[in-house]
């Protein structure tokens, strides 16, 4: 990519802001406590369920640590038009279980849910 | 078949899945009459915080209310009105727990942290852009300044006057320098941000360096954290790729550029003078200040070291403005602390709440609480230079100064806490060994004090301990207070000045009744065996791992306590309480 200049960086911005609501994503928490937790096996089993289910507009993606470092590894799930939902303990038999009800048929999965306590200063405003 | 609400029925995370049965199944079958089409899903959910002991947290969403269930009845209540009518029901309505508030933790668990675009997308470089064209150096100076930022990194110094100090200092080159050695036992908040959000350290660093002008930053981090080295190389390389770092960045007059240094993991490291000539390759001891960084730092040159959280503020500043910020937290401490809240709580992990949030809150309403029936003792803020801070100043709210009053302070954002099993001599004894070892040696207060002090602890652990050596200890540490060089002699002592004020009967136990209650003290534990209680089992013989039980069933049992390792093995296996420990 060349380099931006204040224009450039302005328009790309704005063009990345216009987030796709119609893809479910996977969110697979993967710092170092998730990845201690074993998030890396859980990453790859999301991945292969997948592809095995061989599922269309689901992303898989990666991010930090969300702070819940007791129960992970830690998952976020958004499925367009369900609210967002996180799990803990999330082993590679939870993440295809995840896959098979949350994002195929819309049921939760039950005894790994957690609370999402905070809010997001940059979307929500205060 | 696809439902469109869910009851999540929330259960403390370390109670047991059928807890709330009765609350499912009551759900279940209300939910079976009156909902015929099946269109809620009733699903077990774990609580990160802590639970009212009484009755039992449900959520409904997507409508996003909480409501407080004691019995089935209310159950009942909630399908009937809630979801079938839809009528709301305030009396079992509850709050959210909403005491978190991230604003250095903004991106973390958010976004990918090896994809810059996803950190564009969420105003990422936008701040650097506003500074780069809309704003003078001396106006970000005012604008970070007027936002009341102190230093993250423990001491608290105003952010703003530091930038200042370093803008005003004469040189022909300055530096920026990002302190990322996170040493304190039990602290990974920067980690954890630099490995869930490496953009916002590197922005803010332009940003610092644009209003001191410098155009060169190092980012001193300790090899250990290969995860957020990988990641900041990343977002260095991307960053830079696409201009946003470098030269001229975003087609301003503006160049700036970021070399990662590695830290070996020497505590002493962190404190800024031996940082500064580690990153110049020397061996890390700390200088007397003054001369300050701000006016000869790196190779004498005027330098900005901030740490990490700091950092990670600036961006948002920028953006939201210091009033927004100003209005967050205290009258002295404004905006958010991340503490890493580990030890004897049910959910050990990363929180950031506004300043002035009680301990309470964050160690029992957003943690959990203490696991395993057990009773909270003392939490120890600030690591090793902090102290231990008893349940009677739990409702303190936090700030650099109420710290400070209660004999501890706010360090970097460890947060340690310790229940009845914990011992306060123990835990002194390892935060002392700690100062120890990672003393650089240089002066003499702290490199002989320590010593002495660990030592007395040493003796009082093992029952030689007498109580005119209280006296001495504290004299030694206020010692040390006045006459160590740098930060960690002068706070070397803090954890036992503030056990002597807080816990002095534990350390009055060990030394005049040469007891320890939680039975952390080997030396001074006994195991016996009560022959009332004692059923004759045999258990407790074949599980001593030191064979320092002898006898049988016939004539019974006894512990050797010249061979026994004090494992404990045995009293936590006896079916019948008949192990004695004192
Ligand atoms: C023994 C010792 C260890 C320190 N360790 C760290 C550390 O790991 N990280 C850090 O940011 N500051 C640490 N500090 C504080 C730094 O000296 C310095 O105050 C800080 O980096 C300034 O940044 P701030 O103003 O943004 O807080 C330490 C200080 C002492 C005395
Ligand atoms: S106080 Fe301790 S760590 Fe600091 S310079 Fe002196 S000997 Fe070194």
């Keep these: 990519m060349s380099k931006l200049n204040r224009e450039q960086f302005r328009s790309l911005r704005e063009k990345l802001k216009a987030v796709n609501e119609q893809q479910t994503e996977i969110i697979v928490g993967l710092g170092s406590c998730g990845i201690a937790a074993g998030a890396a096996r859980t990453f790859d089993a999301f991945q292969k369920e997948i592809k095995a289910k061989s599922l269309t507009g689901v992303v898989l993606r990666r991010t930090g640590c969300m702070g819940l470092c007791a129960s992970e590894p830690t998952v976020e799930i958004k499925v367009p038009g369900m609210a967002d939902i996180i799990y803990g303990w999330v082993t590679p038999e939870v993440a295809r279980d995840i896959v098979q009800k949350h994002v195929m048929r819309q049921i939760l999965v039950s005894n790994c849910i957690q609370d999402k306590t905070f809010k997001d200063i940059l979307k929500e405003g205060e | ?582």
């Design chain 2, 1 to 582: 078949m696809s439902f469109n609400r869910y009851i999540l029925i929330y259960r403390e995370s370390d109670a047991g899945v059928d807890k709330n049965e009765n609350l499912f199944d009551a759900f279940m079958k209300e939910l079976g009459e009156k909902d015929p089409s099946n269109s809620v899903q009733v699903v077990d959910a774990v609580m990160n915080g802590k639970a009212d002991p009484d009755s039992t947290l449900v959520k409904i969403i997507p409508d996003n209310i909480y409501f407080k269930c004691k019995d089935p009845v209310d159950a009942i209540k909630i399908v009937d009105d809630f979801i079938i009518k839809n009528n709301p029901v305030k009396k079992l309505e509850a709050a959210a727990n909403n005491i978190q508030y991230r604003i250095v933790l903004r991106n973390c668990g958010v976004i990918d942290p090896e994809n810059i675009n996803e950190y564009i997308a969420r105003e990422g470089y936008s701040a650097l852009e506003k500074v780069l064209f809309d704003m003078t150096p001396d106006e970000v100076i005012a604008e970070i300044k007027k936002s009341g930022l102190r230093g993250r990194g423990g001491a608290g110094f105003p952010t703003g006057n530091k930038w200042a100090f370093t803008q005003q200092a004469v040189g022909d080159v300055k530096y920026v320098v990002c302190n990322a050695d996170e040493g304190d036992p039990g602290a990974y908040m920067d980690r954890s941000t630099l490995e869930g959000d490496p953009n916002s350290i590197i922005e803010a660093m332009a940003i610092a360096g644009y209003a001191v002008g410098a155009s060169k930053g190092y980012i001193y981090i300790r090899a250990e954290y290969p995860l957020a080295i990988k990641r900041l190389e990343i977002a260095i390389s991307q960053a830079t790729e696409m201009g946003l770092m470098g030269k001229n960045i975003m087609g301003s007059d503006f160049s700036f550029e970021i070399e990662i240094r590695y830290g070996a993991g020497a505590f002493v490291c962190g404190e800024e003078t031996a940082l500064l000539a580690s990153l110049q390759g020397e061996r890390g001891m700390p200088k007397p200040r003054p001369p300050f960084p701000a006016v000869k730092g790196l190779w004498g040159k005027p330098t900005v070291i901030n740490n990490v959280e700091t950092l990670a503020n600036i961006p948002v500043i920028i953006i939201k403005g210091s009033d927004w910020f100003n209005r967050i937290g205290t009258e002295k401490s404004k905006g958010t602390k991340v503490f890493a809240v580990t030890g004897k709580v049910k959910n050990s992990g990363l929180v950031e709440v506004p300043m002035g949030t009680t301990l309470r809150d964050i160690i029992f309403t957003v943690s959990g609480g203490i696991g395993n029936n057990r009773k909270f003792k003392a939490v120890q803020t600030g690591g090793p230079s902090g102290g231990v801070i008893p349940e009677k100043f739990l409702d303190t709210p936090i700030d650099y100064e109420n710290l400070v009053a209660l004999g501890s302070m706010m360090g970097s954002g460890g947060m340690i806490v310790m229940d009845e099993d914990d011992c306060m001599v123990d835990v002194n004894k390892f935060y002392l060994q700690f100062s120890v070892d990672e003393s650089c040696g240089k002066c003499a207060p702290c490199r002989l004090g320590g010593r002495q002090l660990l030592t007395y602890l040493q003796d009082i652990a093992k029952g030689n301990g007498d109580l005119k050596d209280i006296d001495k200890m504290k004299r030694i540490g206020n010692a040390m207070q006045k006459a160590s060089l740098c930060g960690l002699g002068q706070t070397t002592s803090n954890p036992i000045q503030s056990a002597l004020k807080y816990f002095y009967d534990e350390y009055e136990e060990h030394i005049v009744h040469k007891k320890c209650r939680a039975g952390k003290c080997l030396e001074l534990l006994t195991y016996t065996i009560n022959p009332e209680k004692c059923s004759r089992c045999g258990i407790c013989k074949r599980v001593c791992p030191a064979s320092a039980i002898s006898g049988d069933r016939e004539s019974g049992f006894a512990i050797d306590n010249a061979v026994c390792i004090k494992c404990g093995e045995c009293y936590n296996r006896c079916k019948f309480d008949a192990i004695d420990r004192g």
